[in-house]
């Protein structure tokens, strides 16, 4: 079990890197306990502890079990075991949103209406069972120290042109995900096969520069940090932003040609043990207090439309040059989830591109 301990324990939690094992954080109840609530989530600890700790002062009969894992991870110990350790969810968060509506489409959520469930923008609610909780975008980021100016991309046609013209200088230097591996990084690939007309050249750019094939967002950017690397595509711009107001040499930049952008999804699990404790979770995380903690001390970009200033959608469409394309919750999503399309995109990723897997 993970300590909750000081801030430089926090840290150090906040560029540690995927190794892929469940852990688990337990938080005591703060009055008399009365209920428990499990959390399986991809959120890193650092990020979600503030939510976590502003929801048991609101509900402070409540104890919680955060579990943090992978996508895949938690999408496998649903659909198999069930629970990891004994400790059955109540609530399933996860940045994989076409995994999380697999799960709805499978059976293994319940419905649950409310005041904040209906007030979020149609795109971020299916079937009142697949809640979008967040906005964050999938920005490039790179070391303004290291990289030169002229070669900041702006575009991912800039980026096809870096990988075209300077082989030399960006050989093993460019960083993304191990789609094989990473729930997040099969989304974001598959969505940019769908929007971007430089697809084929990219990931063949990919192949050709050796590309440093990464778990997570988290271990790009370690990668970044330590000049491993000097381009980070499709990195979630919460944990970039998170990294830079804490003192790190970083700076992302918002695809003017077109910013995906993702949204976590929560939803209740049908066989939660705890219901009433997961839908006051889910409605306080949903809640306008809710969303201003995920803003003021997560840096997770809250989906609620009405909040403005750092850290919000509002504050994403005034800085982005070019359109943001928010991931729709709901069926589409499974599309690339189908068992032959899968196998064939993956075949086809690996044929570009490669396995240049780096370990942590």
């Known amino acids: 079990m993970r300590v909750v301990g000081s801030l430089v ?23 008399e306990e009365r209920t428990g609530l499990v959390i399986y989530s991809t959120t890193d600890f650092v990020a979600i502890r503030p939510l976590l700790e ?12 955060y579990v943090e894992s992978l996508t895949k991870e938690i999408y496998e110990t649903v659909i198999g075991p069930g629970s990891w350790q004994g400790l059955r969810p109540d609530v399933i968060a996860s940045s994989a949103m076409d ?3 697999k799960l709805v489409n499978d059976g293994y959520a319940q419905t649950h209406v409310s005041p904040q469930t209906a007030a979020l923008p149609g795109w971020a609610n299916w079937r009142d069972q697949a809640f979008g909780f967040s ?28 990988l075209r013209e300077k082989t030399d200088l960006y ?29 084929g050249r990219l990931i063949e750019g990919f192949g050709r520069n050796a590309v440093r094939l990464s778990c997570c967002s988290s271990d790009v950017l370690d990668a970044i940090e330590a000049g491993q690397v000097l381009i980070g595509y499709n990195v979630l711009g919460s944990y970039t932003k998170l990294r830079i107001e804490g003192g790190a040499s970083l700076a992302m930049v918002l ?19 705890n219901p009433k404790a997961a839908k006051a979770f889910l409605d306080y995380l949903l809640s306008r207090k809710g969303q ?4 003021r001390e997560s840096h997770l970009y809250p989906v609620h439309p009405d909040l403005d200033g750092p850290s919000t959608a509002a504050e994403l469409r005034r800085k982005a040059e070019g359109p943001l394309r928010p991931i729709t919750v709901g069926p589409g999503l499974l599309v690339y989830l189908d068992k032959l399309k899968h196998a064939r995109f993956l075949d086809e ?12």
């Open 9 to 31: 324990c926090m840290l150090l939690l906040a560029r540690a890197s995927c190794a892929g094992a469940m852990e688990r954080t337990h938080f005591a109840a703060v009055g």
């Open 54 to 65: 502003s929801f048991q002062a609101a509900n402070p009969g409540v104890a919680i079990d």
């Open 99 to 101: 995994l999380q509506v």
């Open 135 to 162: 906005f964050e975008p999938a920005v490039m980021v790179y070391d303004p120290k290291r990289l030169p100016a002229a070669d900041v991309p702006t575009t991912r046609f800039d980026l096809v042109r870096l």
């Open 171 to 199: 050989q093993g230097r460019i960083g993304t995900y191990d789609i094989a591996e990473s729930g997040i990084g099969y989304l974001f690939a598959t969505q940019d096969a769908l929007h971007a007309h430089t697809f």
């Open 255 to 273: 695809p003017k040609d077109y910013t995906l952008v993702m949204s976590r999804v929560a939803l209740i699990h049908r066989d939660a043990p």
């Open 292 to 295: 201003e903690v995920l803003a």
């Open 349 to 360: 990723w690996r044929v570009s591109v490669g396995n240049n897997r780096v370990e942590p």
